[in-house]
């Protein structure tokens, strides 16, 4: 894949795609540039329930960490598409480190304002849209998917925008909340978050486990579990979007290339069975 760099190298990218895949990664990068300050103030971390909560600056600090080698483990998910099934995913990828930029909030709050950090903000949102623009004009439909890291344990969350407390009701076919794949799920959301159609189970079945939402962890009960950010609540509306949190183990060590070669066999799997997969 050959990268195009974004504004001031706050995040790279690739707009050629073939495929109606789009990969972001928005909390990977490391670069910190000396005349954009560190966002001191506002900072936040989505709990299991609805709301952020503010936490205070001593706490934030040791939260505002990147999602380490989720840059990484999204190249190697992309060249996995490319090699094993000549894919080109449109990709996004944040360069700029969190504490600068945090392309993942609402641009008040990820940029604090400050007009460098607001220009990378708009860049890396300008690319994103175009992807988006791009598959849609090209395919109709597609998949967006916003590829994160957290640290509270070895299992992955995959997110639409349901809390723990939606997730952890025994049907979710009722409900009058909207998830971030809406026009797949129709009116059959337990099969497509948690049943045999949903990106959970089959990432379990390609040997990243435990994951939750699934057919085997249908319910995060009291775990930490993150919803979904405002990337995919920005932009569901527009395409079917998905957040996935990986744990530490998974996308470092001895393991981390096989990880994303079963993460890029999910993707293709998934968009087969929920007939979203479409090339050029
Ligand atoms: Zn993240």
Same mark, same amino acid.
């Given at each position: 894949?050959?990268?195009?760099?974004?504004?001031?190298?706050?995040? /790279?990218?690739?707009?050629?795609?073939?495929?109606?895949?789009?990969?972001?990664?928005?909390?990977? !990068?490391?670069?910190?540039?000396?005349?954009?300050?560190?966002?001191? $103030?506002?900072?936040?971390?989505?709990?299991?329930?609805?709301?952020?909560?503010?936490?205070? /600056?001593?706490?934030? @600090?040791?939260?505002?960490?990147?999602?380490?080698?989720?840059?990484?483990?999204?190249? @190697?998910? #992309?060249?996995?598409?490319? $090699?094993?099934?000549?894919?080109?995913?449109?990709?996004?990828?944040?360069?700029?480190?969190?504490?600068?930029?945090? &392309?993942?909030?609402?641009?008040? $709050?990820?940029?604090?304002?400050?007009?460098?950090?607001?220009?990378?903000?708009?860049?890396?949102?300008?690319?994103?849209?175009? #992807?988006?623009?791009?598959?849609?004009?090209?395919?109709?439909?597609?998949?967006?998917?916003?590829?994160?890291?957290?640290?509270? !344990? @070895?299992?992955?969350?995959?997110?639409?925008?349901?809390?723990?407390?939606?997730?952890?009701?025994?049907?979710?076919?009722?409900?009058?909340?909207?998830?971030?794949?809406?026009?797949?799920?129709?009116?059959?959301?337990?099969?497509?978050?948690?049943?045999?159609?949903?990106?959970?189970?089959?990432?379990?079945?390609?040997?990243?486990?435990?994951?939750?939402?699934?057919?085997?962890?249908?319910?995060?009960?009291?775990?930490? &579990?993150?919803?979904?950010?405002?990337?995919?609540?920005?932009?569901?509306?527009?395409?079917?979007?998905?957040?996935? $949190?990986?744990?530490?183990?998974?996308?470092?060590?001895?393991?981390?290339?096989? @990880?994303?070669?079963? &993460? #890029?066999?999910?993707?293709?799997?998934?968009?087969?069975?929920?007939?979203?997969?479409?090339?050029?």
């Amino acid at each position: 894949m050959e990268y195009i760099d974004g504004y001031r190298s706050c995040c /790279k990218y690739y707009c050629k795609g073939n495929v109606n895949i789009i990969l972001s990664a928005p909390h990977g !990068g490391s670069l910190i540039p000396n005349d954009v300050p560190d966002r001191t $103030e506002g900072i936040c971390i989505r709990r299991s329930d609805e709301n952020d909560t503010l936490l205070d /600056k001593q706490f934030y @600090n040791t939260k505002l960490v990147k999602d380490i080698h989720t840059d990484e483990f999204t190249e @190697n998910v #992309a060249n996995e598409l490319f $090699e094993r099934w000549n894919f080109k995913p449109f990709i996004i990828i944040g360069k700029w480190h969190r504490q600068i930029v945090d &392309f993942n909030r609402e641009i008040r $709050e990820g940029t604090l304002n400050h007009p460098e950090a607001v220009s990378a903000y708009e860049n890396y949102h300008l690319n994103l849209n175009n #992807a988006i623009s791009h598959v849609n004009q090209l395919f109709g439909k597609g998949l967006l998917l916003d590829i994160h890291g957290h640290s509270q !344990g @070895n299992y992955t969350m995959i997110g639409y925008m349901l809390s723990s407390n939606q997730l952890n009701e025994d049907d979710l076919s009722h409900s009058s909340f909207a998830t971030s794949i809406e026009s797949l799920c129709l009116s059959n959301r337990n099969e497509y978050i948690r049943g045999k159609k949903s990106f959970g189970t089959i990432l379990e079945q390609n040997g990243i486990e435990p994951v939750y939402p699934s057919l085997t962890h249908p319910k995060p009960e009291s775990r930490t &579990f993150f919803s979904g950010g405002y990337t995919i609540c920005n932009y569901f509306s527009k395409i079917n979007a998905i957040q996935t $949190e990986l744990p530490y183990v998974i996308r470092t060590g001895e393991n981390k290339c096989m @990880n994303a070669q079963r &993460f #890029a066999q999910t993707i293709v799997e998934y968009m087969q069975i929920n007939n979203l997969l479409m090339s050029n």
